[in-house]
């Protein structure tokens, strides 16, 4: 692992003072960045969060697409990986972005029936009535793989969730022996 961590680094310090040198990018400097655009895509696949937040500390592009057009948060969302869909996330991945055929990573989530990752991704700010490239919205493109419910719950709990704390008088209630929240 020690030695993938260090070629990657190394591969990343040296890459620019390439670019600096040459009016066109190499072919080997090309095939140099593909390199690490299949290592950054092989780790958000396999959930290993050590490599990617190596990347991301080296400065790696967070919303660098593959040559299939799937963003890492993508990849992950469709694999299960729930950790590395949350470090994306919190590293400022984008989750509106849409792939090739404007699917969006809750769009993969939803048709790999990935539950918890959805709720994850249905709390991001994307556009409501966002279609993919065949005109489906979310809703529908839910309703189209069965998971209408599931859409349908994440949306109860976005919407619990934004009830705000100052929406709520708690009081004590002394035949209880409790404090009592009443919105």
């Known amino acids: 692992m020690k030695w993938l ?11 620019p003072y390439g670019l600096l040198h040459a009016t066109e990018p190499s072919i080997n400097t090309q095939e140099e960045y593909q390199s690490l655009i299949t ?6 696949r396999t959930g290993n969060n050590e490599v990617v937040e190596e ?3 080296a400065g790696f592009p ?12 993508m990849v992950a ?23 090739k055929r404007g699917n969006t990573a809750l769009m993969g989530a ?11 991704l249905y709390q991001a700010e994307c556009v409501e009535d966002i279609r993919n490239k065949s005109g489906l919205s979310v809703q529908e493109f839910a309703e189209l ?3 209408s419910e599931t859409l349908k719950m994440l949306h109860q709990e976005k919407v619990a969730a934004q009830i705000q704390p100052s929406d709520a008088v708690a009081y004590e209630n002394p035949s209880i022996g409790a404090v009592v929240t009443q919105q």
Do not use: M
Not at 5 to 15: D, G, K, N, Y
Not at 62 to 73: G, K, V
Not at 110 to 120: H, S
């Open 62 to 73: 967070i919303n660098q697409r593959n040559p299939e057009s799937y963003t890492a948060l």
């Open 145 to 147: 793989y069965g998971q």
């Open 77 to 99: 969302a469709y694999q299960g990986n729930a950790q590395t869909v949350e470090l994306l996330l919190h590293s400022g991945a984008n989750a509106c972005l849409q792939d």
């Open 39 to 44: 290592l950054f895509f092989a780790a958000a």
């Open 5 to 15: 961590r260090q070629w990657v680094l190394v591969s990343l310090l040296i890459a």
């Open 110 to 120: 939803l048709i790999k029936r990935e539950i918890q990752i959805a709720r994850t």
């Open 55 to 57: 990347f991301l500390a």
